[in-house]
């Protein structure tokens, strides 16, 4: 079944970039963002590519609980400090897998690369849980379709310049986007809990929910879209484990990605040495969530001191979450918070360009 899974890629999606390149993209992509934004009812006789990727992606699985999509965006929010610690240690450590790698670096240089992947994936994820339950026409869901197709197109575009899918299957194939969607969903919750928030077993099956019509709307085959946190420790072996290990481009990729967080920090010596704590800070987090392979295959900073400092996070995490939990509406507080420092993060590390409008509309 792995095997096979390296060379799947999106049927309903890629048929649709078909008839978009047939078409002519100068035409075919207003019409797609119009059904996107406007529902497929906006255009006027809707080819059948088209007509047949909507009525999927419209179409709300029965397993779907609403209640628990608000609760999941709302617990998603509540983490988010912690939460963009693990997703980015995620992020990087997903490197790790040259599958996923590969088709970065095929696409731009590794310096766009990573501060791109850095804000377009900061700003989705805001999306997605300031979506209070990913309604049809919010930007949680826009969001999640958009970069489904974008895939697509990407896809396409590596197969016709002469990807090798001898070696690397399709590009975002479903086994890539399978395990990438591990690391939204089964890895944050596993991070989050270990670094000593208080995540219940329902807020566990929500948050589950929330990242498995996700999962739906992005394009993962069911087989690699688990439904509980069992479920999807099972696929961690199957999905990570089945991929190849890191190579020079995996490497170049990572120090990329650790190299924005001087950007993030003041020009100046006391700036430089909080970016060095902070790159420190972070590899050792990678290390311990992604495992000492992982680690060293990327050549990630290794100090037992920042493991260390990384293992005092649970209980630094641990005592504001029993007052959140005993005191009446700590976690409506808590979850407003969140969005508020979410936002902030957001703005800060997009410089406030391609977020204006997704801010107003939330």
Same mark, same amino acid.
């Given at each position: 079944?792995?095997?096979?899974?390296?060379?799947?890629?999106?049927?309903?999606?890629?048929?649709?970039?078909?008839?978009?390149?047939?078409?002519?993209?100068?035409?075919? +992509?207003?019409?797609?963002?119009?059904?996107?934004?406007?529902?497929?009812?906006?255009?006027?006789?809707?080819?059948?590519?088209?007509?047949?990727?909507?009525?999927?992606?419209?179409?709300?699985?029965? +397993?779907?609980?609403?209640?628990?999509?608000?609760?999941?965006?709302?617990?998603?929010?509540?983490?988010?400090?912690?939460?963009?610690?693990?997703?980015?240690?995620?992020?990087?450590?997903?490197?790790?897998?040259?599958?996923?790698?590969?088709?970065?670096?095929?696409?731009?240089?590794?310096?766009?690369?990573?501060?791109?992947?850095?804000?377009?994936?900061?700003? %989705?994820?805001?999306?997605?849980?300031?979506?209070?339950?990913?309604?049809?026409?919010?930007?949680?869901?826009?969001?999640?379709?958009?970069?489904?197709?974008?895939?697509?197109?990407?896809?396409?575009?590596?197969?016709?310049?002469? %990807?090798?899918?001898?070696? +690397?299957?399709?590009?975002?194939?479903?086994?890539?986007?399978?395990?990438?969607?591990?690391?939204?969903?089964?890895?944050?919750?596993?991070?989050?809990?270990?670094?000593?928030?208080?995540?219940?077993?329902?807020?566990?099956?929500?948050?589950?929910?929330? +990242?498995?019509?996700?999962?739906?709307?992005?394009?993962?085959?069911?087989?690699?879209?688990?439904?509980?946190?069992?479920?999807?420790?099972?696929?961690?072996?199957?999905?990570?484990?089945?991929?190849?290990?890191?190579?020079?481009?995996?490497?170049?990729?990572?120090?990329?990605?650790?190299?924005?967080?001087?950007?993030? %920090?003041?020009?100046?010596?006391?700036?430089?040495?909080?970016?060095?704590?902070?790159?420190?800070?972070?590899?050792?987090?990678?290390?311990?969530?992604?495992?000492?392979?992982?680690?060293?295959?990327?050549?990630?900073?290794?100090?037992?001191? %920042?493991?260390?400092?990384?293992?005092?996070?649970?209980?630094?995490?641990?005592?504001?979450?029993?007052?959140?939990?005993?005191?009446?509406?700590?976690?409506?507080?808590?979850?407003?918070?969140?969005?508020?420092?979410?936002?902030?993060?957001?703005?800060?590390?997009?410089?406030?360009?391609?977020?204006?409008?997704?801010?107003?509309?939330?």
């Amino acid at each position: 079944m792995i095997r096979a899974s390296y060379f799947e890629g999106d049927p309903l999606a890629d048929a649709m970039v078909h008839w978009m390149h047939k078409t002519g993209m100068r035409q075919a +992509w207003p019409i797609f963002e119009l059904a996107l934004t406007k529902g497929l009812q906006a255009v006027v006789e809707p080819h059948l590519a088209l007509k047949d990727f909507f009525t999927s992606v419209e179409r709300v699985p029965e +397993w779907v609980r609403q209640d628990a999509l608000v609760s999941g965006c709302d617990m998603g929010v509540r983490t988010s400090r912690m939460g963009e610690l693990i997703s980015f240690s995620s992020l990087l450590g997903g490197y790790a897998a040259v599958g996923l790698a590969k088709p970065l670096v095929a696409t731009r240089s590794l310096d766009e690369i990573a501060a791109l992947r850095l804000v377009e994936t900061t700003q %989705w994820v805001y999306d997605v849980y300031n979506s209070s339950g990913l309604g049809r026409f919010s930007n949680g869901f826009i969001s999640t379709v958009r970069v489904r197709v974008l895939h697509a197109l990407v896809r396409n575009n590596l197969v016709t310049k002469g %990807w090798d899918q001898e070696r +690397w299957g399709l590009p975002i194939n479903q086994v890539d986007m399978g395990a990438t969607l591990l690391g939204f969903s089964i890895t944050s919750l596993i991070g989050l809990r270990l670094m000593g928030m208080l995540i219940t077993p329902s807020e566990g099956r929500d948050f589950m929910c929330l +990242w498995r019509y996700v999962g739906y709307l992005i394009g993962v085959d069911d087989k690699f879209n688990p439904s509980t946190e069992i479920d999807a420790m099972k696929l961690i072996p199957m999905l990570i484990g089945s991929q190849e290990g890191p190579d020079d481009d995996s490497r170049s990729l990572a120090k990329s990605l650790l190299n924005t967080r001087f950007t993030r %920090w003041p020009e100046t010596q006391i700036g430089r040495i909080c970016a060095q704590c902070d790159i420190n800070f972070r590899s050792a987090l990678t290390c311990i969530m992604s495992g000492r392979a992982a680690s060293d295959g990327l050549q990630l900073p290794n100090s037992v001191f %920042w493991k260390a400092a990384v293992l005092v996070l649970p209980i630094a995490n641990f005592l504001p979450e029993i007052g959140r939990v005993l005191i009446p509406g700590g976690t409506a507080r808590a979850t407003e918070r969140g969005r508020q420092r979410f936002t902030r993060q957001l703005l800060k590390i997009s410089k406030g360009q391609r977020t204006k409008g997704l801010l107003n509309n939330n």
